[in-house]
């Protein structure tokens, strides 16, 4: 299985469920001939269509490749594709972490964990620039959404120590 079959089925679940929430919004008396729903529902459908295109070309592709692939070349490609298929296991199980951890050491410093995280598994070494880039972009981030946009992020136990 290649990442792109991987991801049209992650994104083709992702569609059914962002469907039927979007299926779910209640009609108001201000509703139009489309409904609430409608861009939502088109949105998904969309998302749909464009997951199984994604999967079929994974598909064909393998095929393809399966078709025209020797003994050791084929080896090596396989090998290849599991350690993509692994690094981003490890960049999924870098979100999660940041999900666990977010309402309880707060936006800003979880999030420069998960900048100094990624970007070490990326880079596969420490560099001298990778905390104080995790420190600016978790503060550029925190002004954007929090002061800009006003959206609310968590604050974790940080304000109860104060």
Do not use: N
Not at 149 to 154: R, T
């Amino acid at each position: 299985m290649t990442r792109d079959f991987i991801a049209g089925c992650g994104l083709l679940v992702f569609a059914v469920v962002y469907y039927l929430a979007a299926a779910a919004i209640p009609e108001s008396q201000l509703s139009d001939t489309v409904g609430p729903g409608g861009m939502p529902k088109s949105y998904g459908i969309a998302l749909g269509v464009l997951s199984i295109l994604l999967i079929t070309q994974a598909v064909m592709a393998r095929r393809r490749a399966v078709g025209t692939a020797d003994g050791p070349a084929a080896r090596q490609a396989a090998q290849k594709e599991l350690h993509s298929a692994l690094r981003g296991a490890g960049m999924l199980g870098f979100g999660i972490a940041y999900l666990v951890l977010l309402p309880l050491i707060g936006y800003v410093i979880a999030l420069a964990l998960l900048i100094i995280a990624t970007a070490w598994y990326q880079e596969g070494a420490r560099r001298p620039w990778l905390v104080p880039t995790a420190i600016v972009g978790a503060g550029i981030f925190w002004l954007i959404f929090v002061q800009v946009l006003q959206i609310d992020q968590p604050a974790g136990f940080w304000p109860s120590l104060l």
